[in-house]
């Protein structure tokens, strides 16, 4: 262990010195000039300061409280050598934050005490920081493996509406990556957005609920197979609401409020404005130009172009007119999202009619 000694008594210096080294065992490091000490304590480690309290310039108190002032130095043990007996002046280095303190002239067998009772503290010290710090590395690495096996479950779950409407397979990375530049350029806020890329697969997995005979037919919906589709939404809510994760609790607002539309005319509550959860507006503006953008058995896909035109063309009626600007503010990394997440290119793909 590394002991600092600083005293502006050469005679001193020595003497304390050889005590450490003859008792202790201990590496000293010595220092006449205080300013000189504090710039070493500055970037080197220690685990012991004797500091005498007479010294010109600096005396002992204003040391103290000029290395407490140093980030991590707030737990090392300061030991102070003093003549000076005024309780006054020992409050003020108590305060200033002085663990323990020394008289002169120093009496070998109580340097040799006491020194080894602040270095037992030490070592106490260091291994309770070393027992937190492995303790913080096991619940990080615990918290990081329950996260990836909630991703996990997240997306077998969004697969598992996925494959019963097997029309498009990379609708599911695609309209996420949209959702999260969206929210991302909304907000500010990585954290939020990547909760929406997490949590926007899930969107239709009320389609579970959905009959086949609708969910795969080929053609236009008739009204009553309509209003039979539109309940995937209050389905999707009722499956993921009561989930203990936030990321649920998120997916399961989006799959509720995605067809929602701003002006409100959407389903199923026919919310309106910002009455409808941002994360549902989102997801919207993701799923509908990923839907148009994609072909469908029942239709080609949309140009570009075209799509673009129906999103302006729909701000502030279907769409939340900020996440669109968002949305096509972040236009040239929109096509590098879908050139990267082809149809044919990924397992899988969500489909289904226009509901």
């Known amino acids: 262990m590394t002991i600092v000694i600083v005293d502006d008594n050469q005679v001193n210096l020595q003497l304390i010195e050889a005590m450490v080294e003859d008792f202790i065992n201990c ?128 997306m077998r779950l969004s697969k598992a509406a996925e494959f019963r409407d097997p029309e498009t397979g990379a609708h599911l990375l695609r309209m996420a990556h949209y959702s999260r530049l969206i929210a991302d350029k909304i907000t500010h806020d990585a954290a939020y957005a990547e909760a929406v890329f997490e949590a926007a697969p899930m969107h239709d997995v009320g389609k579970l609920g959905t009959p086949d005979y609708i969910l795969l037919k080929p053609g236009r919906l008739e009204p009553q197979e309509f209003e039979i589709m539109k309940r995937h939404a209050n389905i999707g809510w009722n499956i993921l609401k009561d989930g203990a994760s936030p990321i649920l609790t998120l997916a399961a607002e989006i799959a509720r409020s995605h067809h929602e539309k701003f002006d409100g005319s959407g389903y199923p509550n026919g919310l309106a404005g910002v009455a409808i959860p941002l994360a549902g507006r989102i997801v919207a503006v993701a799923d509908v130009f990923d839907a148009l953008t994609s072909a469908r058995p029942y239709k080609a896909a949309w140009e570009l172009s075209r799509a673009e035109q129906y999103l302006r063309g729909n701000r502030g009626s279907h769409f939340d007119p900020a996440c669109v600007d968002a949305f096509l503010a972040c236009w040239e990394q929109v096509l590098d999202i879908g050139e990267r997440f082809k149809d044919g290119q990924a397992e899988g793909g969500l489909a289904g009619n226009a509901g």
């Open 27 to 154: 590496t000293s490091v010595r220092f006449a000039d205080p300013l000189q000490a504090l710039a070493w304590c500055a970037g080197n480690e220690f685990d012991l300061v004797i500091v005498d309290y007479m010294m010109p310039g600096l005396d002992g108190i204003a040391f103290i409280e000029r290395l407490r002032a140093m980030a991590g130095q707030a737990e090392v043990p300061v030991l102070m050598v003093t003549m000076n007996n005024d309780r006054a002046v020992l409050y003020r280095a108590l305060k200033a934050g002085a663990t323990d303190f020394l008289p002169k002239p120093v009496d070998t067998l109580e340097f040799e005490a006491r020194v080894k009772n602040m270095l037992a503290i030490r070592r106490s010290h260091l291994a309770l920081a070393s027992h937190a710090a492995q303790l913080a590395e096991e619940v990080r690495k615990a918290t990081a493996e329950i996260l990836q096996r909630e991703r996990d479950t997240i």
